[in-house]
């Protein structure tokens, strides 16, 4: 019971990201110059925003969590780079029952979204993770720092680039029910993000109300959610692409995060007036 709420405690950010194993995609072996790796136009976020957010475990006050941008001073195969932070930690009785804290970073590709390098370093009641993943982009592998090397599709993501690459997507002509995959590398395993489209709907937080995209993530049935549908996710109706609240049944209880600040936004946030 308590590792199934620490599992969702630990992630407070990437509560609305579903993995389900597959079969690693063919042909992914052939290098690329730095010149020729992806551009995307992301107008979805920029350096300088900062998310807040809180999560509740039933009627208690579990957690909060940071996502943070800024500029890298230094440039990756000549291409500049984000820094990200995602941290997240338990609070109040939740705290004193099994201390949370976790801390991700992800070195991530201004022009092409990508990360370059991918770090962790948890801390839940005493079991700890540390690891330092870097991404070979134009050789399409990845060091796991163990002396292990992994062939990976190209642009792969990382739990944390996963979340920003995919406000990054335009769903502007999603149709209701619409799979959107990313693939992402965890854990040293290759898995593709799916999120499914629920359409368009509003959501309160904090008193406000916001124009919404609602998805539902599709993510493993009986490793720490009921069925595979029991996660909803609410994103900002516009450019930001933002999680605004995310919640789900777990095998015990529910979870649910929501914003609390947003600053440093690209765009002004889609609010019903």
Known sequence: MK?????????IAFIAFGF????IPQGITEEVSPEKLRTIDNKAFKAGEALHYRLHYGMLNAGTATLEVNRFDK???????????????SIGAFDWFFKVRD??????????????????????????????????QTKNK??????????????????????????AIDYTDAKK???FTVWSFVDDELWPLKIRYLGKDEVKVGGQ???????????????LFKDEEDVSVWISDDENK???VAQGKVLIGSIKFELTKATGLANPLAKVE
């Open 103 to 136: 801390r991700y970073e992800t070195f991530v590709d201004v022009d092409g979204l990508f990360p370059w390098m991918f770090v962790r370093d948890v801390s839940e009641g005493g079991y700890e993770i540390k690891q330092t993943y870097k991404f070979q």
């Open 142 to 167: 990845i060091d796991n720092g163990e002396g292990k090397t992994f062939e990976v599709p190209s642009g792969v993501q990382d739990m944390l680039s996963a979340f920003y690459y995919a406000r």
């Open 3 to 11: 590792t199934k709420v620490i599992l969702a405690a630990s992630a």
């Open 242 to 244: 933002i999680p605004l």
């Open 209 to 223: 109300k916001y124009k919404a995209l609602k998805f539902c993530p599709v993510v493993q049935a009986g490793r």
């Open 177 to 179: 029910g619409e799979i």
């Open 20 to 23: 389900t194993k597959q079969n």
């Open 75 to 89: 440039k990756i195969a000549g291409r500049e780079v984000y820094h990200i932070v995602g941290s997240g930690k």
